[in-house]
């Protein structure tokens, strides 16, 4: 399996730095919300790609790959995150099995992680942001 690492960016901060997956990054005590995030892979010799989208609580769904970052207008109280998904795609081998787990606390209930989701499942909760983020590549 590949090693990824994310970023997280919440109101009000210039980001998190690299987090490794399987570690999960928190705001829930300051009530930031998630206004970007970006993911990597770290491995040189691989064929899988990183594919996430995130929705915003006045837009729809955004996409992007492996690298890229997602990024509201942070001038704007409502470009925080309120929904999530991200894939581990095997190119060009789709058949061999592939996973990939997050989790998320949302604002309006900021002790509690959401469950998990895995492989493409979108989690949200319209006009709810995000305060916490785990990734893990399994």
């Given amino acids: 399996m590949p090693t990824i690492q994310y970023q997280a960016f919440f109101q009000g901060e210039a980001g998190t730095g690299w987090i490794d997956d399987g570690k999960s990054v928190s705001r829930a005590g300051s009530g930031r919300l998630l206004q970007a995030i970006q993911v990597r892979l770290i491995d ?15 837009a729809d769904w955004q996409g992007t790959v492996t690298g890229d970052t997602l990024r509201g207008d942070t001038g704007s109280p409502f470009r925080f995150i309120d929904g999530f998904c991200v894939d581990l795609v095997n190119r060009p081998f ?5 996973s990939i787990f997050y ?7 900021p002790q509690n992680w959401s469950e998990y989701k895995w492989d493409g499942s979108s989690l949200g909760r319209r006009g709810v942001g995000i305060v916490a983020l785990e990734i893990d590549a399994g």
Avoid at 94 to 98: E, S, W
Avoid at 103 to 109: E, G, I, M, T
């Fill in 94 to 98: 789709p058949f061999i099995d592939t």
């Fill in 103 to 109: 989790r998320v606390k949302w604002a309006n209930d």
């Fill in 44 to 58: 040189s010799f691989t064929t899988f790609v990183v594919t996430y989208d995130v929705r915003f609580a006045d």
